[in-house]
C-alpha cells in the first residue's frame, strides 16, 4: 500500500542536493510502467598498473525508465486540487495553468545556470529513479466556458541518467581505472580490496602515484586506481 500521492522532486545538480522543488500528483496513477533500455557503455584506458596494454572494454547496462499517465481535475469531481493551486472553485475559471507551471518547472523547463532541465527524484512506495524527463505530454480534455483546460490527462517518462561513475559503481571492474577522493577512514588496501578484490597491489598503488609510504594519505586528494594485468 502507497503511503502518499506519488511525487517528483527537482534539483539542480547530479548531486541531488539542492531541492529546486516539488510537485505532487493530485491522484495517484492506476499502473506504472518500469522498462530497462540496454547501454553500451566503453573505458578507454591505454595501459594497466603494472605498465601493460590492456584494449578498451565494453559495459553493457540496462538503462531503467519508469513512465505512467495521470490526471488534473477543477471539475470538482476530486476534493483536492492539483499542485500548483488552493482552491477548485476559485481556479474552476482561470483553468489548470498554474499546475501545468509548476510541472514544467519541475520537469522540463532549462535551468538559468546549467541551461539543462532540472535532475529529478521520483518517489512513490518501493518506486524510487534518478535522472531526467525524457518525454512529458499534455492533453487537454474538458473546459470551461471561458475556454480555460479544467481537466488534462499527463503522461511523463522518466529516464535514469547514467554516467562513468555510476557504471564503475555498477561493475566493479577491475578493468576502470578510479580515481577516489580520500575520505575519513581511507587506506590503499582498503582501496585495493573494493576495487582489485585484493589487497596485495597496495605497494604498486603507491608507486603509481608517488607516495613516500603507503600509510600517510592526506583527505582530499585524489588517487589513481589503474586497470590491473592478471
Not at 144 to 171: C, L, M, T, W
Not at 218 to 228: A, I, N, Q, V
Request: net charge negative.
Amino acid at each position: 500500500m502507497f503511503p502518499s500521492n506519488l511525487s517528483i522532486k527537482a534539483y539542480s545538480s547530479l548531486a541531488y542536493t539542492e531541492l529546486l522543488g516539488t510537485y505532487q500528483l493530485q491522484i495517484n496513477p492506476g499502473s506504472v510502467v518500469c522498462s530497462y533500455g540496454k547501454d553500451d557503455f566503453e573505458g578507454i584506458e591505454p595501459k594497466s598498473a603494472n605498465g601493460g596494454a590492456i584494449p578498451p572494454k565494453l559495459f553493457t547496462y540496462f538503462k531503467e525508465s519508469v513512465s505512467f499517465n495521470f490526471t488534473l481535475d477543477l471539475t470538482g469531481v476530486i476534493p483536492s486540487v492539483p499542485d500548483g493551486m488552493t482552491s477548485s472553485e476559485i481556479n474552476y475559471f482561470s483553468g489548470l495553468e498554474d499546475s501545468i507551471k509548476k510541472l514544467k518547472e519541475v520537469t522540463i523547463n532549462p535551468l538559468r545556470s546549467t541551461h539543462m532541465p532540472p535532475y529529478v527524484h521520483l518517489i512513490w512506495g518501493d518506486i524510487s529513479l534518478k535522472g531526467f524527463v525524457g518525454e512529458l505530454g499534455i492533453e487537454y480534455t474538458y473546459f470551461n466556458s471561458e475556454g480555460k483546460a479544467v481537466r488534462a490527462d499527463i503522461s511523463i517518462k522518466i529516464e535514469e541518467f547514467i554516467d562513468q561513475n555510476v557504471i564503475e559503481s555498477k561493475f566493479q571492474s577491475p578493468d576502470i581505472t578510479r580515481i577516489p577522493t580520500i575520505k575519513v577512514g581511507d587506506s590503499i588496501p582498503a582501496l585495493c580490496k573494493e576495487f582489485y578484490s585484493d589487497k596485495k597491489y597496495y605497494l604498486k598503488i603507491a608507486e603509481i602515484n608517488n607516495l613516500p609510504s603507503f600509510r600517510r594519505l592526506k583527505l582530499g586528494e585524489k588517487l589513481l586506481f589503474p586497470p590491473l594485468e592478471k
